[in-house]
């Protein structure tokens, strides 16, 4: 079992900036991989970005060159830097750990992009 604890989120002024976290406890030694989820009213969940234990890094189109997914593996914790963001970018973020077997999922947290 993964346990995912994700503070963080809230209300962020269109070209602004917010840092997410998650914490991994439990089985960290299985996992492969760690990401960022998003959904936002109405639409399907979706990947923002991803992070291997072996470095591989992959964000969707619309995050490439204005978010940023690192992990320190010293504290199994991974972050999402987002700069510039829209109010586009305003959904639920979810924090997500793969083992490639089982998907484990954080409880969520409100990202709001508004003046």
């Known amino acids: 079992q993964v346990q995912l604890v994700e503070p963080g989120g809230g209300l962020v002024q269109p070209g602004g900036s917010l840092r997410l976290s998650c914490t991994a406890s439990?089985?960290?030694?299985?996992?492969?991989?760690m990401g960022w989820y998003r959904q936002a009213p109405g639409k399907q969940r979706e990947l923002v970005a991803i992070?291997?234990?072996?470095?591989?890094?992959n964000y969707v189109n619309s995050a490439k060159g204005r978010f940023t997914i690192s992990r320190d593996n010293t504290k199994n914790t991974v972050f999402l830097q987002m700069n510039s963001m829209k109010p586009e970018d305003t959904a639920v973020y979810y924090c997500?750990?793969?083992?490639?077997?089982?998907?484990?999922w954080g409880q969520g947290t409100q990202v709001t992009v508004s003046s």
């Open positions: 997500n750990a793969h083992t490639g077997f089982i998907s484990y």
């Open positions: 439990g089985s960290i030694r299985s996992i492969y991989s």
């Open positions: 992070i291997t234990s072996g470095g591989f890094i």
